[in-house]
């Protein structure tokens, strides 16, 4: 016999002794077939027998606390993802099918160029009856390729871009041109005293920038005493944090986007943000308003039946409302600023006309509605 009923037992781990004790229950049950039981045998026998009793239990105990646990999981599913999200969202937004399946495409593709992904949105254009010219996807072309060349380390595109683009970036009050010299003059700096002269030289790219970034450009002057001694092991050893790459990239989108006219982050995952946070809202409201019946209040076109709070980063626009009809001002309902300088809806001008004349209903002024002026936010 050679089966060791002390291995079983040291044995912890769940699986493994039982397939170990089947094992040896099946040698054990061959080998003694038609011999009687020694004393010893029978003990051991009784001992694995119960041992396996014990270790199936076990398993069944364990499956059961699993099989639980992965029957919670499909109610926690139902709980939080409710299959109705679609009862928010009406059709009647759309002008048709068509138009709601292009804008989709289009949103989904602008997001691929902008995250860098041009292969997949290339084949995006194939598969789909979308027609994308040139100037659409250009500039996310150019930016891509700077911002590829900023990640391996090399500065020239971005310079080169930075430098064209110099007086838009200056009215932007954007420091990126600075920031991409001071960059390339800290990698001179770190190539030792055999670059110094080099250094110095490269240094009068920071003249238009004396004025505003008088600080940073003393800091980098100062740091060239420390040049021999090695700049790692100076106070200015900050110079070469590799935190600076980072900055340059979020610098260089940032402004190339706003020079651009392009969004940083695309308009596609903002709403899909801004839905995460606002639909569970809208379900809620929805609820509410199928309870008490009044669901037509609702019309679910170019309005939300309440305001949903999506935080500081998703403020792009100012929005009017209304004082004296208190709803927000819209394309077709803008608001007008009158000739004394208070604002109203155009639809509350209207109203407030008394024989081809207005008074405003703040300042008793009275006017001729037509001087009204139309104010874009
Ligand atoms: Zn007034």
Redesign the pocket.
């Known amino acids: 016999m050679c089966f060791s009923v002390h291995h079983i037992r040291s044995h912890p781990s769940r699986s493994r002794p039982s397939r170990h004790l089947l094992f040896v229950f099946v040698r054990t049950h061959s080998a003694v077939q038609g011999t009687p039981l020694s004393a010893t045998l029978s003990l051991v026998m009784s001992q694995c027998c119960r041992k396996i009793k014990d270790t199936v239990q076990k398993l069944a105990s364990d499956h059961k606390d699993i099989h639980s646990s992965v029957s919670r999981v499909g109610k926690a599913i139902d709980r939080n993802f409710d299959s109705e999200i679609c009862g928010v969202v009406s059709d009647a937004v759309w002008d048709s099918r068509e138009k709601q399946q292009q804008t989709l495409q289009m949103a989904i593709l602008e997001h691929l160029y902008q995250q860098g992904m041009l292969s997949v949105a290339e084949e995006l254009c194939q598969e789909s009856t979308l027609n994308v010219d040139l100037d659409f996807k250009q500039p996310f072309l150019e930016l891509n390729r700077i911002l590829e060349a900023l990640h391996e380390q090399d500065l020239g595109p971005a310079l080169e871009w930075a430098v064209s683009h110099r007086q838009r970036l200056l009215e932007l009050n954007s420091s990126l041109e600075f920031k991409l010299h001071r960059l390339q003059f800290i990698r001179l700096l770190a190539g030792g005293p055999e670059k110094q002269l080099e250094a110095l030289s490269y240094a009068r790219h920071f003249q238009p920038f004396a004025h505003v970034h008088q600080r940073e450009i003393q800091v980098m002057m100062g740091s060239l005493v420390y040049l021999q001694l090695g700049l790692e092991k100076s106070p200015y050893c900050h110079l070469l944090d590799n935190s600076h790459w980072a900055e340059i990239c979020e610098t260089f989108t940032r402004d190339a986007c706003s020079l651009l006219g392009l969004s940083v982050e695309s308009p596609l995952s903002v709403s899909f943000a801004s839905g995460c946070v606002a639909l569970p809202v809208l379900m809620n409201i929805k609820a509410v308003m199928e309870q008490r019946q009044c669901s037509g209040v609702w019309s679910h076109k170019d309005e939300l039946p309440i305001e949903i709070e999506l935080g500081m980063k998703c403020w792009y626009h100012s929005v009017f409302a209304c004082p004296i009809l208190r709803q927000q001002t819209s394309d077709s309902n803008p608001p007008i600023k009158?000739i004394?300088?208070?604002v109203i809806s155009r639809d509350a001008l209207n109203k407030l006309i008394n024989g081809g004349k207005l008074k405003?209903p703040?300042?008793p002024?009275e006017q001729n509605p037509a001087d009204g002026k139309r104010i874009i936010f």
């Open positions: 009158l004394c300088g208070h405003c703040y300042c002024m």
